[in-house]
């Protein structure tokens, strides 16, 4: 059994990554629109050419993280040695220098490549780490229930504090510079949550065969894994939805609803704006989804409760097009309604990478648990690059111009990202997980089985 400490160790993790991830999917688009001053179909090509890049260095990080020995693990080192780069290149994405057309390209490509690479080199093992810290299915689903919970309490966080902070830090100053300063503050709080997920956590989970396999071997494993297959489908599916709904939150608000119009809301002596709450409400709500799917799972089933989420927010998704600028209690309540699926989804999905693992260890004898869980990842900026580059060329596509009146024909392109857009993403991720095959039933076999052959493999 896993103390409470343990648990919220790992959930630090999430926290961390998920603060800079949030700041990447709801305002990075937008700053480099209307912020650093590049072209929206420009940057959504950025966006995808790097995260696929960034999507195939995924598995590099798994491979090497499955052959890392240390008196601390094989995942956790990674923790301690890369926080502070992980906070320090996120701030230099935010630095606006004073280059040319090309010059500000060019640094964008670079600092977001070096950002997704450091992302990847902590997150994966971090990932990998459920995969270790206990063999129990059950306790899994905990321990991602934990992790999203986390994950979305940072995110929450950041999206709350980040404009306000940004507004005050601008003050006296100029608008990039608050930019920077609140990404130096959202990075501090970074590196103190990995280093308290690194001292807190243990690993546990040792593979029954103590020989590393070779590098073919486990590509060649991972290749035939079916469910692998399956989930990294559907986790692509399930963020492109993501994507879209987030990438585009600000430019519905500031285009749309033109949150300029409404007085903002002050909090204890903090100025909030629409699209700030409308976001922190949003992850507020996940959170809420990330505590049902544990019970709800384990009641239901993976699959059922996975596609029934989708099913809710697929068809709230689509009401969403239909609603007015003034209609805002109906914008926040579709939004909370549909973050909850959302929220409900992604614990499922770390637990069933997991399950990957033990089912491919059964399968073959071999356990590459970096390796299955960098799929986790790579699917993450996979479907983050598909629906960020996607924003981009529809923005330019429908006729979008940074900082000015936008015309009925963009506004039209806009109210399709939070609605039609994302609910093509949650009706391919149904169709994916409904072909999963580790029920909790044929679950409960693997680990059996897997349990038999430990107890054997120590009385040899």
Request: proline share 3%; charged share 15%.
């Amino acid at each position: 059994m896993i103390a409470l400490k343990e648990k919220i160790g790992y959930g630090f993790g999430d926290m961390a990554s998920s603060m800079f991830w949030k700041l990447f999917g709801s305002y990075l688009m937008i700053f480099y629109t209307d912020v650093f001053g590049l072209p929206a179909a420009v940057v959504g090509t950025m966006f995808l050419i790097t995260r696929i890049w960034d999507s195939g260095f995924d598995p590099l990080v798994g491979i090497v993280a499955d052959r890392t020995h240390s008196r601390w693990g094989k995942f956790r080192p990674y923790l301690l040695f890369l926080a502070i780069p992980f906070a320090f290149i996120g701030v230099l994405t935010f630095i606006t220098p004073d280059f040319s057309d090309t010059g500000k390209l060019i640094y964008a490509y670079v600092t977001y490549s070096l950002m997704m690479m450091v992302y990847s080199a902590i997150n994966v093992p971090y990932a990998s780490l459920l995969g270790v810290m206990s063999a129990d299915p059950k306790e899994r689903n905990t321990l991602s229930t934990y992790r999203m919970a986390f994950a979305y309490i940072g995110s929450f966080i950041a999206l709350l504090l980040f404009m306000p902070m940004t507004n005050w830090f601008s003050v006296g100053h100029s608008e990039q510079y608050g930019w920077t300063m609140s990404v130096v503050v959202i990075g501090m709080m970074c590196a103190i949550l990995f280093y308290g997920c690194f001292a807190w956590t243990r690993e546990r989970v040792k593979a029954i065969n103590a020989k590393q396999s070779s590098l073919k071997t486990d590509l060649k494993d991972l290749l035939y894994n079916r469910p692998w297959w399956i989930l990294l489908g559907a986790g692509v599916a399930a963020l492109v939805f993501n994507s879209i709904r987030d990438g585009a939150t600000v430019y519905y608000f500031k285009y749309f609803i033109v949150e300029e119009d409404y007085q903002s809301i002050s909090l204890f002596g903090v100025s909030f704006v629409l699209s700030g709450l409308y976001l922190a409400v949003g992850q507020a709500a996940n959170i809420v989804g990330v505590v049902l799917a544990a019970p709800v799972s384990n009641r239901l089933g993976k699959n059922k409760t996975y596609m029934g989420a989708m099913v809710i927010a697929t068809i709230f998704s689509i009401l969403f097009y239909w609603l007015d600028k003034g209609d805002l209690i109906w914008i926040f309540t579709l939004q909370i309604i549909i973050s909850i699926c959302a929220g409900s989804i992604f614990p499922l999905l770390w637990s069933m990478y997991a399950d990957c693992a033990d089912y491919s260890e059964l399968k073959t004898g071999n356990r590459a648990t970096g390796l299955i869980f960098s799929s986790s990842s790579m699917s993450q900026k996979f479907g983050w690059a598909i629906g960020s580059a996607l924003t981009g060329w529809l923005l330019a596509y429908f006729g979008f111009r940074a900082n000015e009146v936008q015309s009925v024909e963009a506004i039209h392109g806009i109210k399709l990202f939070l609605s039609w857009l994302p609910a093509v993403g949650t009706i391919l991720s149904i169709i994916f997980i409904s072909m999963y095959p580790l029920s909790e039933k044929r679950m409960k076999e693997i680990t059996d089985e897997l349990e038999q052959k430990r107890k054997e493999k120590q009385n040899e």
